[in-house]
């Protein structure tokens, strides 16, 4: 018996694997297989299952582990894969790629204004009302006001969307006119159903195109008219976040349907690390879109501000970083020697008292400790109950200190932190975080030298401040993918931006938390992308015709150059921070088509089976394409490229072409703004059109010696001037 064992083992290594022992090992893999064929008879699912039969090699199992069919704007499935099968269908002639499923992360009023798009303003009502967003997240709470549909009329006919009723969710109305989720994995949730259990969704969809709602406020913190950027556009939402993060096919089954349903605009603030396009379900998603004339905006990511964080980096996306605006929310501390200070935190919380007895972690340190945990840290297990509870509590650091004092029935956390945040959060206690340095060690002194040391935290209010600086958090170029295109984009903002809220998730997300509210203040690129999103929206609503390229130049050569504050914030701002109004009339376009996207992607190194598959074009040949020139071969309104390695000489060529949108006759002259050691050249530096429409091409050359040693980025400009139009790209 024992010598037939290891016979047994061969014997199954090549037998094909048909039953339910090897079934929980296979995982799902998402078939990416380009373009529809154009072919009416043509019947997706039909192509799918023979695909997967002949990969698993039994009809049974292959029914069995097919999980979804994509086949509304692109070809392709999801199915639960062993390795080899896998690899087997990527042999296929029809399929471009076969990646394994993965998990991406959410990228977690007065802010309009501020970009100079105030409410009275010329709009095309009729126009941006037959506008559609379609925003992927975690759903969408109509208990939010900004929802509200008085005054709107029936969705616009070429409308072919649905609207999803299930748990907590209980339909829309001509406001919110689509609602759809996708849970692909099955996966066991509270709300299946377009339902927000999270808050996210809500708060994006609501920055995106909410209506008016004067006098919102969290808890009378931030009180103004809260309101999306278009708020006469219409949302549809596409719920692909639950509560283990968004998956690759839910994302790609959420863009299937959204461009089939005819939305004009997608708000995607989520990501992962970025991938190959053909891996990569945003840049599959939006490639898509961007075919169908649709613009997708998606946020940069949340973790600046260290250098090459960027996510969502495939040309034709437009990549959003969150700036700030000139409101900021901070918080008093009164001490009752009458001293007082100001530091960031969103406190809901009014005191109830005049003051309250003030310790710190090191004088309330346990007598007997544990052994670990650091007390002025105000470690987990470090404190002692009876020295904390109803007393303010002062720690030094920057994690959770809230929870912790909570816990211990204390009545509020002073967090002094050695480098303070440029955004707000919100305590679970009443909290405030302040300056170690300075506020921290007088309030410090102030405990250790008095014997009843009291102070209260009161309720926060808002304040001006500088503005607009890249927010620490957000992600930095450069970019991994397309090393000569700079990413981020474009800023918007994205720092303690009050919107909608569910009142199904509370205001933490912390389940002991009980606040709960229609309206919430948060901070992220999440945030940002949805205004860059309602941008894009508002300059269609004008311009119907223009290209998603088109509309994200516009954005970008009007964008406002951003304050430089940090060492990477050049890396981090691309074109600067959104002005829409101005974006309406950009003088020049810098456009793309099609064909020219097709022959980057041949630059590229993407073969011409890969990208015929891509446009569902049949014996596409690189070779017959003349190459895009330059440095990096796309018509792109910005201008990058990475000195490899770093100590060599600089050297770029950047071809570009801008079509005329301004008026009829006019004349561009070229305006250079170059740090010493950088040549830069304009050919030709004078631009003369003699009517709208009409395309002209220049070329920009960069020339210099090897960067200076300590010098890590050379930051430019050029700006093409008529003397109304000032069409700026930065040069990085
Ligand atoms: C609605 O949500 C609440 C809170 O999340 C939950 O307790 C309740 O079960 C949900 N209702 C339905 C019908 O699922
Ligand atoms: C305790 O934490 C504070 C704040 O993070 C730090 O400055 C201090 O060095 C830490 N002490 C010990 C003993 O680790
Ligand atoms: C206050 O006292 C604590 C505990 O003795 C000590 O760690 C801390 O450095 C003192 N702070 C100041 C500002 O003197
Ligand atoms: C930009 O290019 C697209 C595709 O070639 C074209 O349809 C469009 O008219 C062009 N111009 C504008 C302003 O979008
Ligand atoms: C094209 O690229 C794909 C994916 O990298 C590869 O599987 C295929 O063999 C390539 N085709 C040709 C003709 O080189
Ligand atoms: C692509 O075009 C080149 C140059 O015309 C030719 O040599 C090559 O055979 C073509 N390849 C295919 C697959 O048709
Ligand atoms: C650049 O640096 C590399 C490695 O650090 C070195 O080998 C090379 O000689 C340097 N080149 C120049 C031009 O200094
Ligand atoms: C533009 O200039 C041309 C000649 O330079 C002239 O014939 C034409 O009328 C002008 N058009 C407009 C709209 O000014
Ligand atoms: C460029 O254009 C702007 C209008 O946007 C104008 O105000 C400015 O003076 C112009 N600058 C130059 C140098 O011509």
Known sequence: MLQNLPLLFLFCLYCSPTQGSIQ???????????????????????????????????WQLARESKIHSYGKSFNGFVARLLPYEAEKLLEEDNVLSVFPNTQNKLHTTRSWDFLGLPLKLNRHSNVESDIIVGVLDTGISLDCPSFNDK??????????????????????????????????????????????????????????????????????????????????????????????????????????EAIDDGVNVITVSLGGTPRKFFSDPTAIGSFHAMKRGILTSCSAGNNGPSTMTVENVAPWILTVAASNTDRQFTTAVHLADGKKAR???????????????????????????????????????????????????????TGNMDYIIKELKGAGTIVGVSDPNDYSTIPVIPGV???????????????????????????????????????????????????????????????????????????????????????????????????????????????????????????????????????TAELGSGSGQI????????????????????????????????????????????????????????????????????NASISAIFYRSVTNVGSGNSTYKAKVRAPKGLSIEVIPDTLNFGGVNQELSFKVVLKGPPMPKETKIFSASLEWNDSKHNVRSPIV
């Open 151 to 256: 005054g709107f009329g029936p969705p616009p006919p070429s409308w072919k969307g649905k609207c999803v009723t299930g748990a907590n969710f209980t339909g829309c109305n001509n406001k919110v006119i689509g609602a759809k989720y996708f849970n692909l994995q099955n996966a066991p949730e509270q709300n299946l159903s377009p339902a927000d259990d999270d808050g996210h969704g809500t708060h994006t969809s609501s920055t995106a195109a909410g209506v008016v709602v004067r006098g919102a406020s969290l808890d009378g913190i931030g009180v103004g008219t809260a309101r999306g950027g278009v708020s006469r556009a219409r949302i549809a939402m596409y719920k692909v976040c639950w509560s283990d993060g968004c998956s690759d096919m839910d994302l790609l089954a959420a863009f299937d």
């Open 579 to 646: 002005n829409p109004v101005s974006a309406l009339d950009p003088g020049l376009l810098y456009n793309s088509s099609m064909d020219s996207y097709i022959a980057f992607l041949c630059k590229e190194g993407y073969n011409s089976s890969s990208i015929g598959i891509l446009i569902g074009t049949k014996g596409l040949n690189c070779s017959t394409i003349s190459p895009p020139q330059g440095t990096d071969g796309i018509n792109y309104p910005s201008m990058h490229t990475q000195i490899i390695p770093s």
């Open 24 to 58: 929980h090992e296979r995982k799902p893999y998402i078939v990416y297989m380009g373009e529809l064929p154009v072919d009416r008879a043509y019947a997706p699912e039909d192509h799918h299952n023979n695909l997967l039969a002949t990969a698993i090699g039994d």
């Open 433 to 567: 975080y302040i300056d170690a340095n300075t506020d921290g060690k007088a309030i410090d002194l102030y405990i250790n030298s008095t014997k009843n040391a009291q102070a209260v935290i009161q309720k926060t209010t808002s304040t001006r401040g500088p503005a607009p600086y890249v927010a620490s958090f957000s992600s930095r170029g450069p970019q991994s993918i397309t090393v000569n295109i700079l990413k981020p984009d474009l800023s918007a903002p994205g720092v303690d931006i009050l919107a909608g809220y569910s009142k199904l998730a509370t205001l933490t997300g912390d389940p002991a938390d009980n606040r709960r509210n229609v309206f919430n203040i948060l901070s992220g690129t999440s945030m940002a992308c949805p205004h860059a999103a309602s941008a894009a929206a508002y300059v269609k609503s004008f311009h119907p015709d223009w290209s998603p390229a088109a509309i994200k130049s516009a954005l970008m050569t009007t964008a406002i150059p951003m304050r430089i504050k940090d060492a």
């Open 343 to 397: 530091g960031m935190s969103i406190n809901t919380f009014t005191p109830e008292k005049k003051m309250y007895p003030l310790i710190s972690g090191a004088l309330a340190s346990k007598v007997s400790r544990d052994g670990y945990g650091n007390a002025s840290a105000c470690d987990h297990g470090s404190l002692s109950q009876e020295k904390v509870m109803g007393k303010i509590v002062y720690c030094l650091g």
